[in-house]
């Protein structure tokens, strides 16, 4: 572990992180009336269900919702995926009609992740067994704190290896590590155990997303890709429901790790309530005036 964390020393200052984010908003605010930036973040959102009281019925009217965007609004963009809990996975195998839509399902133990390997293992294989081709799970932020890495890492690693051409994307949930060198080592952590995404937080506990947290994942996505030559995507979730603030995430992919991860490949971000509101926001850019949209 001493190895691979020389091999990707934490470097970033305060200020370096500070004086990003600010960068970030100003650009930010600056694209708010840009409507093709607009629609490329409605094409990266995991629209998410993730409520106790959800039901094979409650997960398939949302699915039909989906079906029936392009009907009411053909000025958005589908979805990059729907992201629901595992039991799900079934209703959208048979219900999703646009095949191009993700079918992710949050696993492992969500979203403590406290339980048994080899039930993370069974619970992730069973969901892409009945349809699911995105695996959300968390790392375990416990044994990260307690400074047990070879631990999280071989964790990772075996959930990646019964998960076949399924995406894994690794959340750090961030709010816990209040560190930012521990957020970099969560982050090395899941790049070199088989993520294909990290993400900031499950959304169930606060803060969620963080621009300070984004940073340092970005930057470490950046680092890993300068070692490896690959690309591993990046998703905050969480809290996130404005216009603003997900074009300054979308800014500091852009200013971190370049315009080539601005895409629903290596971009998501997980999100509910933002989905209205784009569609609020691209409708009053090309009707000229506002009328709040409540479709999700």
């Given amino acids: 572990m001493d190895g691979l964390m020389d091999k990707y020393?934490?470097?970033?200052?305060?200020?370096?992180?500070?004086?990003?984010?600010?960068?970030?908003?100003q650009e930010a605010k600056q694209l708010l009336q840009d409507k093709d930036v607009l629609k490329l973040l409605?094409?990266?959102?995991?629209?998410?269900?993730?409520?106790?009281?959800?039901?094979?019925?409650?997960?398939?009217?949302?699915v039909e919702k989906v079906n029936e965007l392009p009907e009411h609004f053909n000025f958005v963009p589908q979805v990059a995926a729907m992201c629901v809990y595992p039991v799900f996975a079934p209703v959208l195998k048979a219900g999703l009609r646009d095949k191009n839509i993700g079918r992710a399902v949050v696993s492992a133990g969500f979203p403590s992740s406290q339980t048994f390997l080899d039930v993370k293992k069974l619970e992730t294989q069973r969901a892409i067994d009945f349809g699911a081709t995105e695996i959300d799970i968390v790392l375990s932020v416990g044994e990260l704190l307690e400074g047990n890495y070879e631990f999280v890492g071989e964790e990772i690693n075996a959930i990646k290896g019964v998960m076949g051409d399924a995406h894994?994307?690794?959340?750090?949930?961030?709010?816990?590590?209040e560190n930012p060198n521990e957020i970099w080592t969560a982050s090395i952590l899941s790049l070199e155990n088989g993520a294909d995404f990290i993400k900031t937080s499950t959304g169930k506990q606060q803060p969620a997303a963080t621009f300070e947290a984004a940073y340092v994942m970005l930057s470490a996505i950046k680092q890993y890709h300068s070692e490896t030559?690959?690309?591993?995507?990046?998703?905050p979730a969480g809290g996130i429901s404005t216009a603003e603030d997900a074009?300054?995430?979308?800014?500091?992919?852009?200013?971190?790790?370049?315009?080539?991860?601005l895409n629903n490949k290596l971009f998501r971000i997980g999100a509910s309530r933002l989905a209205n509101n784009l569609i609020s926001d691209i409708a009053e850019i090309e009707n000229g005036y506002r009328k709040e949209i409540k479709y999700f």
């Avoid at 020393?9 to 908003?25: D, S, T, V, W």
């Avoid at 990266?44 to 009217?61: A, K, M, P, Q, V």
């Avoid at 894994?168 to 590590?177: C, F, P, Q, R, Y």
């Avoid at 030559?229 to 998703?235: A, E, T």
Wanted: net charge negative; proline share 1%.
């Fill in 9 to 25: 020393p934490f470097k970033i200052l305060n200020e370096q992180i500070n004086e990003g984010i600010e960068a970030a908003k």
């Fill in 42 to 62: 409605f094409s990266c959102i995991d629209l998410t269900s993730l409520n106790t009281e959800d039901s094979s019925d409650s997960i398939r009217d949302f």
């Fill in 168 to 177: 894994l994307k690794v959340i750090l949930e961030s709010g816990a590590i």
């Fill in 229 to 235: 030559n690959i690309k591993i995507g990046f998703k």
């Fill in 247 to 261: 074009l300054t995430y979308y800014c500091l992919v852009k200013q971190i790790c370049g315009a080539e991860w």
